[in-house]
């Protein structure tokens, strides 16, 4: 079957299947705890609700230039997709089948399709490049949109820091504001009017809103 035609868990799996065997034991070990304790931990309490106003937060698209929440989604409805960055391999298939599955169907409906991470604009642009991206790519510089929607994931253990740093990530050093802060992989529908109309928050950043549910949301919401 054609990756454009399968689902992000799928995909998902069959890549943590390889990774197994090219990662340190140990390293995986601390990533399925870390990931056990996340989804454990649940949504958090505080996250915003459909039926909220989303501020016109400041941006940062691919190139450095300087946009906003509003001027990117130009008066329409828009899914807006939270991801953790470019060095992230669940972050990568999930844009792509987004990419590739679902941005079609959204413009056939009129409605937008927009990327934010933290990374910064190099990052963003890497994400934008690597998986043919055709649809906006942006840095959320300081999680100010994340933090205002609540999706913050929690402070990592000093374990999976460590782990990260021998497979060579930084996240200091790829977040465009100098922090490790993440937003828990998150896709919501604004309308028209940046109402929250559907926000569907994944504490476990291995999984994805499927193509499947956000398209039902979107016809069921807007």
Same mark, same amino acid.
């Given at each position: 079957?054609?990756?454009?035609?399968? #689902?992000?868990?799928?995909?998902?799996?069959?890549?943590?299947?390889?990774?197994?065997? @090219?990662?340190?034991?140990?390293?995986?070990?601390?990533?399925?705890?870390?990931?056990?304790?996340?989804?454990?931990?649940?949504?958090?309490?505080?996250?915003?609700?459909? &039926? @909220?106003?989303?501020?016109?937060?400041?941006?940062?698209?691919?190139?450095?230039?300087?946009?906003?929440?509003?001027?990117?989604?130009?008066?329409?409805?828009?899914?807006?997709?939270?991801?953790?960055?470019?060095?992230?391999?669940?972050?990568?298939?999930?844009?792509?089948?987004?990419?590739?599955?679902?941005?079609?169907?959204?413009?056939? @409906? &009129?409605?937008?399709?927009?990327?934010? #991470?933290?990374?910064?604009?190099?990052?963003?642009? #890497?994400?934008?490049? %690597?998986?043919?991206?055709?649809?906006?790519?942006?840095?959320?510089? &300081?999680?100010?949109?994340?933090?205002?929607?609540?999706?913050?994931?929690?402070? @990592?253990?000093?374990?999976?820091?460590?782990?990260?740093?021998?497979?060579?990530?930084?996240?200091?050093?790829?977040?465009?504001? &100098?922090?490790?802060?993440?937003?828990?992989?998150?896709?919501?529908?604004?309308?028209?009017?940046?109402?929250?109309?559907?926000?569907?928050?994944?504490?476990?950043?291995? %999984?994805?809103?499927?193509?499947?549910?956000?398209?039902?949301?979107?016809?069921?919401?807007?």
């Amino acid at each position: 079957m054609a990756t454009a035609t399968r #689902s992000i868990s799928d995909q998902a799996l069959k890549m943590q299947e390889a990774a197994a065997g @090219r990662l340190p034991a140990d390293v995986v070990e601390i990533f399925g705890n870390w990931t056990a304790r996340l989804s454990a931990g649940g949504v958090p309490a505080n996250v915003a609700e459909p &039926g @909220r106003t989303v501020s016109d937060v400041p941006l940062t698209d691919a190139h450095g230039v300087a946009t906003s929440l509003h001027k990117v989604t130009a008066g329409n409805p828009a899914v807006l997709v939270f991801y953790r960055g470019a060095w992230c391999p669940y972050c990568n298939i999930a844009l792509k089948t987004y990419g590739d599955q679902l941005l079609a169907p959204l413009s056939e @409906r &009129g409605v937008g399709l927009v990327a934010i #991470s933290p990374q910064s604009p190099d990052g963003s642009l #890497s994400a934008q490049e %690597t998986n043919a991206l055709r649809f906006p790519v942006l840095t959320d510089a &300081g999680n100010v949109l994340a933090g205002e929607l609540g999706i913050l994931a929690p402070a @990592r253990g000093a374990d999976v820091k460590e782990a990260q740093e021998r497979l060579g990530l930084d996240l200091a050093a790829v977040n465009a504001d &100098g922090t490790d802060e993440l937003p828990m992989p998150t896709v919501v529908i604004l309308d028209a009017h940046s109402v929250i109309r559907w926000i569907d928050v994944h504490p476990d950043y291995t %999984t994805r809103s499927e193509v499947g549910d956000i398209l039902a949301a979107i016809d069921r919401v807007l």
